[in-house]
């Protein structure tokens, strides 16, 4: 049963429900993300944030819900899910690029498989997604002779190259070490100020304050709270919220 | 005689040698064909069942499993003397070479799916995430991302595999096959003298010995990369 997209929504998340086998992990999560909004996602381990997001473009089948993205009923069968996954851009926390092709070749394969375009629209277009990643000079080196960060940043490309409406980040920093986090975070700031619809789930409160429209707290498998990132990080209403936010503030 | 004189006239009689070196010749072109058709077949076949079981349908997986085990299970002598011997009673009757080339290549389907599919199994469920959410559908990853990481790691035990099972082809001599073990033989009981399977060794060496080395090679190579 779809939901009618509200206007100025992109992503319009309604009761989502995700059982794995007898483990419940997503209890009716709803979630509405605005035409150029960061909604910035926290909680702790296990509380349902990567499903939540894998249900969005459907790598994960939720039990039963409705998403709706920029428009399309992403759970009717007769969506052609792989046409509307260009528009949902997904970057993971070990960047999962192929590692026997060029981070040009990363970036164009989708275009050239999926968006139809021919190799050298293709190129043209990867070398500008890897010129906004900060890395023209880097499109021939395979990822093994990249950096963590310069890595996440192809995948960044390889996501943005196909010109989604949203971009989801699932821990995109979590496994860099310290010193390489800060050019991940500024690709990600760059996007945001284009305008890019995004929803990270992340553990750079930092970023969060300075970059986040709204901030949700959830805990086993449910949206506890949601608000500023002023009213999350500051004056948490909820007892688990307070919890959760004094633990990380402590680290 | 003394008994050096009697070794070498026994396996290094040069006339025999010259006599027979033609049909040892034609036994290694046979073989050749016979090794080149099993490799094909058998390799591509062995493909298309791991790629078949990818698609996760359980009774069909079954199956492929089932006839994967028993392939690998049997003794290849055994194969190819009851399609040789045993299909006429049902009135096919495959000649020697196609008994031994269509047993071999079962042999090497079987084996060589094993390895393809832990190939395939071996590559990060994030390889194919990644891929999928860009839009690539099923197909297209598998063929664009999965395949080409799987069959690098693939190639070292399947050129071994293939290596074992080609060697293989001197089983059809039982079936009288004239590859090189079929015609070392009879020209050892025409002539009486063992030597032409001196030849028969000697021929078996340059065909594989290459392949061995060449297999060798490539371990070592796939070894440093990782
Ligand atoms: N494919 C799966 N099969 C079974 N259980 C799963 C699967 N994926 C996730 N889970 C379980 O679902 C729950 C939520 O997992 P999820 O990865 O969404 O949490 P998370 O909030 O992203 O945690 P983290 O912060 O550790 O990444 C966990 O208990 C996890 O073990
Ligand atoms: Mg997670």
Redesign the interface.
């Given at each position: 049963m779809a939901a009618k997209p509200i206007a100025g929504s992109i992503v319009q998340a309604r009761g989502i429900h995700k059982h794995f086998g007898a483990l419940h992990v997503l209890k009716g999560v709803d979630l509405l993300l605005a035409e150029r909004e960061l909604v910035f996602v926290i909680g702790p381990s296990g509380s349902g944030k990567s499903t939540l997001l894998r249900c969005l473009?459907r790598?994960e089948e939720p039990s039963s819900g409705s998403v709706m993205v920029d428009g399309v009923d992403m759970l009717d069968a007769r969506t052609d899910i792989?046409?509307?996954?260009?528009r949902?851009?997904?970057v993971?926390q070990?960047f999962?690029?192929?590692?026997?092709m060029t981070a040009l070749g990363n970036v164009t394969?989708?275009l050239r498989?999926?968006?139809g375009k021919t190799r050298n629209e293709a190129d043209t277009l990867g070398h500008a997604a890897l010129a906004r990643v900060g890395l023209a000079d880097r499109a021939g080196h395979t990822p093994g002779q990249l950096s963590g960060g310069q890595q996440q940043r192809v995948?960044i490309a390889?996501?943005i190259a196909?010109e989604p409406r949203v971009m989801l980040f699932d821990e995109p920093t979590s496994s860099l070490d310290p010193e390489l986090v800060g050019s991940v975070l500024g690709v990600m700031r760059d996007l945001r100020e284009s305008g890019m619809a995004m929803i990270v789930v992340s553990h750079e409160m930092g970023f969060a304050r300075n970059a986040a429209d709204r901030v949700v707290f959830m805990d086993e498998g449910a949206i506890v709270e949601e608000g500023t990132p002023a009213e999350i990080f500051e004056r948490p209403v909820q007892e688990r919220t307070r919890a959760f936010i004094g633990q990380i503030q402590r680290h | 005689m003394n008994s050096w004189e009697r070794f070498v006239d026994a396996f290094f009689n040069v006339k025999v040698m010259a006599k027979y070196l033609p049909d040892i010749a034609y036994g290694m072109l046979v073989t050749v064909e016979l090794a080149a058709l099993v490799i094909a077949a058998g390799l591509v076949t062995g493909l298309a069942l791991a790629l078949v079981r990818s698609l996760g349908f359980r009774p069909l997986n079954l199956l492929i499993i089932f006839v994967v085990d028993l392939f690998r299970a049997l003794p290849p002598l055994v194969i190819i003397v009851f399609i040789y011997f045993g299909l006429p009673a049902v009135d096919i009757a495959p000649s020697g070479f196609v008994s031994t080339w269509l047993s071999l290549t079962l042999v090497l389907m079987a084996f060589s799916e094993e390895i393809y599919w832990a190939g395939i199994t071996s590559i990060?469920k994030?390889?194919w995430?990644?891929?999928?959410?860009?839009?690539?559908?099923y197909g297209?990853t598998l063929m664009?991302?999965v395949l080409?990481?799987a069959l690098?790691l693939t190639i070292p035990p399947l050129t071994n595999r293939t290596i074992a099972i080609t060697k293989g082809t001197a089983l059809g001599t039982v079936v009288a096959v004239s590859e090189i073990l079929g015609m070392a033989s009879s020209a050892v009981s025409n002539s009486y003298n063992p030597s032409p399977l001196t030849m028969g060794a000697i021929a078996y060496l340059i065909l594989f010995f290459p392949m061995v080395i060449f297999g060798r090679w490539l371990e070592t190579k796939m070894a440093w990369k990782r």
């Open positions: 473009n790598l792989n046409h509307a996954r260009q949902i851009g997904m993971f070990s999962n690029l192929y590692p026997h394969l989708a498989k999926v968006a995948a390889r996501a196909l | 990060a994030g390889q995430e990644a891929a999928r959410s860009t839009g690539l559908s297209q664009h991302v080409p990481q690098r």
